[in-house]
């Protein structure tokens, strides 16, 4: 048996393709796998657990952030700032225009609001930009899944296929050991004619002993891998499901041409593609919106408080001033006494600091670019640049998909001849050894004609086996194409 076949190579390649290589992340919760693992449940923990799906979720979830913080900035902003703190030395007091010589606590309050009223449509343009972003992240990652869904499937029909080529082996090893035990009885009844019939069939159990080996170390690599793409811990006694592929020998209906045309319509990378483009456009726009003016709406309200501030509060007390006026009687003076009020002076509280300070405004302010370091034409080429690239990929992506499509339709029909071919040639050597069996049996033949058709039974069985999974194999990718990939 060959140490490697036609479909460890396939899947080698296709996985090459994906670029969804599972890794190892100790944080992974451990599902429950029971005794078996059907396909389907395979798939639903790759999905679950695999570190680029993952990776993908959260690059989603921050584009929807980004996009709900586009919202927020057409918003009004609106802030409050407090400070208080204390003074030495001179210092005015602001509510009597004096000044004082003492140490002094005072505070300062605002609140602010303000609105953007036109800005060249900038905020309304990177809105949509990143509604273009997170629905191209949300393709991104449903293109991951599709690709780690595609993974399993190869993984699952890896061990399906090693568990075949295990079976084959084993029973090609049972064949050779009943003629050797047969052999030997007839060697110890001193009736067999050619010794080296019995120690060829000896060479021949202890090559198939090898091959069992070798077929038992694949199987077990094989159902390792599978347990790596679902990023879990390997149970190695676990049941599959053979029944979760069914080979129907046919024709593959579509054509390559209308398999692209499927691929183009519903595959999330070619989807992705194409609204990064959308956002690069928006985005574009949004960077030209810079030139243009400025124009927004603000509101502001202040006040302020020291505790050197005073006010003078009326007394019950009256004071005599005969020094201010006086009039003449006979030409002689007489000073007029004047009554004034004495007031009593204490210092200001803070809230009537707070209400008798407090000054509101409003107004409109425009700000127009003249020269801002030239961040505007270098931000609107870089836009371009961005634009042009993504343009790139989306054709670059388009053109892939196109020859992958190829690929996979003539490895699909070059599966579908092998098959044909080694069930015509199996159903062959089969009979050849069916006769050489029953002339070996009765001694008409020897051992070395004997073993070399069994051996070409034994390789087109195997050949038939791979061939098997390799036609399934390709028929699958064709169906990954088409999002026909149902568990």
Do not use: C
Not at 115 to 137: E, P
Not at 281 to 295: D, H, I, M, S, T
Not at 318 to 328: G, K, L
């Amino acid at each position: 048996m060959k140490k490697k076949h036609i479909l460890y190579v396939g899947v080698a390649i296709l996985l090459s393709f994906t670029k969804t290589q599972a890794q190892n992340n100790s944080g992974a919760g451990t599902p429950d796998i029971g005794t078996s693992l059907s396909l389907q449940q395979a798939v639903s923990v790759a999905i679950r657990n695999n570190l680029v799906v993952n990776q993908a979720d959260i690059q989603a979830q921050i584009s929807k952030v980004t996009l709900n913080q586009s919202w927020g900035n057409m918003l009004p902003s609106i802030s409050a700032s407090a400070s208080q703190g204390i003074g030495f030395g001179r210092s005015l007091i602001t509510s009597s225009y004096t000044y004082t010589d003492q140490q002094t606590a005072s505070g300062s309050y605002q609140a602010n609001a303000g609105l953007t009223l036109f800005n060249g449509l900038t905020l309304q343009n990177t809105v949509k930009a990143n509604q273009y972003t997170y629905a191209a992240s949300k393709m991104d990652l449903q293109q991951q899944k599709d690709n780690i869904t595609l993974n399993v499937y190869l993984a699952y029909l890896l061990v399906l296929s090693s568990q075949d080529l295990l079976n084959i082996a084993r029973e090609q090893a049972d064949i050779d050991v009943k003629q050797a035990d047969r052999l030997e009885t007839q060697n110890k009844e001193g009736a067999l004619l050619l010794l080296s019939n019995l120690t060829d069939l000896r060479g021949q159990y202890a090559g198939d002993q090898a091959n069992i080996a070798i077929a038992v170390n694949n199987l077990e690599a094989a159902k390792v891998g599978l347990f790596q793409i679902m990023n879990v811990p390997y149970k190695r006694d676990v049941e599959y499901d053979r029944a979760a592929f069914t080979l129907q020998l046919n024709d593959y209906q579509q054509s390559p041409d209308s398999i692209y045309m499927t691929a183009m319509q519903i595959l999330p990378s070619i989807k992705s593609a194409d609204l990064r483009i959308k956002s690069f456009e928006k985005a574009l726009r949004a960077a030209r919106g810079q030139y243009y003016p400025n124009l927004s709406f603000y509101a502001n309200v202040n006040s302020y408080y020291s505790n050197a501030a005073t006010q003078s509060i009326p007394s019950n007390s009256f004071a005599n001033d005969t020094t201010a006026n006086y009039v003449s009687v006979g030409g002689n003076p007489y000073n007029v006494i004047n009554k004034n009020q004495i007031f009593n002076t204490s210092n200001t509280s803070w809230g009537d600091q707070f209400k008798n300070n407090r000054q509101t405004s409003i107004g409109l302010q425009i700000n127009i670019p003249i020269l801002n370091y030239l961040r505007a034409r270098n931000g609107v080429k870089q836009a371009k640049i961005n634009l042009r690239n993504s343009e790139i990929v989306s054709n670059s992506t388009r053109l892939a998909l196109q020859q992958s499509v190829e690929l996979a339709y003539q490895n699909m029909i070059a599966g579908y001849k092998q098959y044909k071919s080694y069930m015509d040639q199996a159903a062959a050597y089969a009979e050849s050894f069916r006769v050489a069996e029953i002339r070996f049996n009765e001694g008409v033949i020897n051992s070395d004609i004997y073993i070399i058709a069994k051996n070409n039974a034994d390789r087109a069985n195997t050949s038939l086996s791979q061939a098997k999974y390799n036609y399934i194999l390709r028929t699958k990718v064709l169906d990954y194409y088409q999002g026909r990939l149902n568990p």
